[in-house]
């Protein structure tokens, strides 16, 4: 807790900029500090006395900042709760900008439980079908399936590099050599995932739907999921947001592994030519995409002096990936 001078602390100061009815909070929480991504919790001095999010984000090119679009554009327009957005505020850095947001609670999304999946299925779903309308002047960013194929190849090319580390033991390259092996059987199959994937239409997706960055909240009637985390969300074919988690090995965080049948009862009227059992299968590919892009994150520290955190990952991805491949219908 930031205990003094509040209100000459950064956030409180922008905060004070929307001339909000109460300025000085009764304490500040420090969720996240880091150059350029700072969030913070001010507390009592939202509606009725409740806290209020404050999160410094970097500007994207002329000042752009997809969380912004998305809380300001996007969601209010989707037929499913979404947080109050109290507005916006340029830093005193004109490379940073201040979004405010409700407190959305401390309830965590768990990918284990069947109805908070059965909320990300429904939520995930309204944005994919009235998501597009909501930014009709295509100010988000553009992603294409042609992204995941150049993770596979950043992977590939990252962990080749990687294997002449001295630091990594016998074991560890020769783990790393059986994940080159298995990146390549899945670029043999990539037409697979591009021919059915090609079958939805490009909309709005998230990118990296996963528990750290959902919340639920409750009410006297109902369940909701709130996203408090969306730096990611672009123009980009739905498959990616798919991925399903299947426990436990998969880990906690690897997705928020949404309800296929929750999301097909949305979709279904809005496209109409895709049946469940092709949702089901782009799940499938979803999740290997999803695992994909995980390993081409790690891949370049493999390089590294402390490579041994990053080789830990890739032992975990090494027990997924050929999973995912499985489940995907290819051998492995």
Excluded at 39 to 47: A, E, H, S
Excluded at 159 to 184: C, E, F, K, Y
Excluded at 297 to 312: E, H, Q, T, Y
Aim: proline fraction near 7%; aromatic fraction near 10%.
């Amino acid at each position: 807790m930031v205990e003094t001078k509040l209100l000459r602390h950064p956030a409180v100061a922008a905060w004070s900029r929307l001339q909000p009815e109460r300025v000085e909070p009764d304490g500040i929480e420090i969720l996240k500090e880091k150059s350029g991504s700072r969030i913070y919790r001010l507390l009592g001095v939202g509606p009725g006395a409740r806290a209020v999010i404050a999160k410094q984000r970097r500007l994207g090119p002329s000042g752009s900042l997809v969380e912004r679009t998305a809380y300001e554009a996007v969601f209010p327009r989707l037929p499913v709760p979404a947080l109050q957005y109290f507005g916006f505020v340029q830093d005193e850095d004109p490379q940073l900008g201040w979004l405010f947001l409700e407190d959305a609670g401390r309830t965590q999304y768990s990918a284990w439980l069947d109805e908070h999946r059965a909320l990300a299925g429904r939520w995930l779903a309204c944005l994919h079908c009235y998501g597009p309308d909501a930014d009709q002047t295509r100010q988000l960013p553009d992603y294409t399936s042609a992204r995941y194929l150049d993770y596979l190849q950043a992977a590939h090319d990252a962990i080749l590099i990687g294997l002449s580390n001295p630091v990594l033991t016998a074991n560890d390259t020769d783990l790393l050599r059986s994940m080159v092996r298995l990146l390549g059987r899945l670029g043999s199959r990539w037409n697979d995932v591009e021919d059915l994937s090609g079958q939805l239409p490009l909309t709005l997706a998230l990118r990296n739907f996963v528990p750290r960055n959902s919340l639920i909240r409750s009410d006297e009637r109902s369940l909701n999921l709130l996203i408090v985390d969306c730096e990611s969300l672009a123009w980009a074919n739905p498959v990616c947001d798919l991925a399903q988690s299947h426990q436990p090995f998969y880990g906690p965080d690897f997705s928020a592994s949404p309800d296929i049948a929750s999301y097909f009862q949305v979709v279904r009227d809005h496209w109409p030519r895709v049946d469940l059992q092709t949702i089901q299968q782009l799940a499938n590919y979803g999740t290997v995409l999803r695992c994909l892009a995980t390993i081409s994150w790690d891949a370049p520290f493999l390089a590294m002096d402390w490579a041994s955190g990053p080789m830990a990952n890739m032992r975990s991805y090494h027990a997924i990936l050929p999973h995912a491949m499985q489940m995907a219908g290819w051998a492995v």
